[in-house]
């Protein structure tokens, strides 16, 4: 089922309106990470995530807000679920906390192991605009709820 599909029959289901704000993504932008954090997701493990706040400026997307919707891709484009955001912030990357860290439901779920897979993650997006990784840039952190599977 596509994302678009499922969002559809989400909508149907619970007497949502079809064109509220929803976003449809996948994980890391693909990849086999992809789907390890949406089988994460499924098993109700990770219940946050986090980008930087350069990259919504970046695609010239708003940031996410309590309420929004996402479907949430494989990497095959099959959709996983789809989430309500409950707790949206934006903290600096050297401030996000160890409770959001194992909340993100990866690898070891210590802050220590957040920090350093989300250094690498997040480094794309300051090279894009020709700078370095800013341990004090602004992270976009996200709190989800799985409203459909």
């Given at each position: ?17 079809c064109n509220i704000r929803h ?5 890391c932008g693909g990849g086999a ?117």
């Open positions: 089922m596509t994302g678009e599909m499922m969002w559809e029959a989400y909508c149907r289901t619970t007497n949502t309106n976003d449809i993504w996948k994980f990470a992809a789907d390890e954090l949406a089988n994460l997701v499924l098993a109700g493990i990770k219940t946050a995530t986090a980008s930087t706040k350069l990259a919504y400026e970046l695609d010239g997307e708003n940031l996410p807000e309590v309420g929004t919707y996402s479907v949430i891709l494989f990497d095959n484009e099959e959709a996983a679920c789809i989430i309500r955001d409950t707790k949206v912030s934006v903290v600096p990357f050297n401030q996000v906390s160890a409770d959001h860290a194992f909340k993100e439901g990866e690898d070891n779920r210590s802050l220590k192991k957040w920090r350093e897979v989300h250094r690498r993650a997040f480094t794309p997006d300051y090279k894009a605009v020709g700078l370095d990784f800013d341990e004090k840039g602004d992270c976009v952190l996200e709190e989800f709820e799985v409203v459909h599977r």
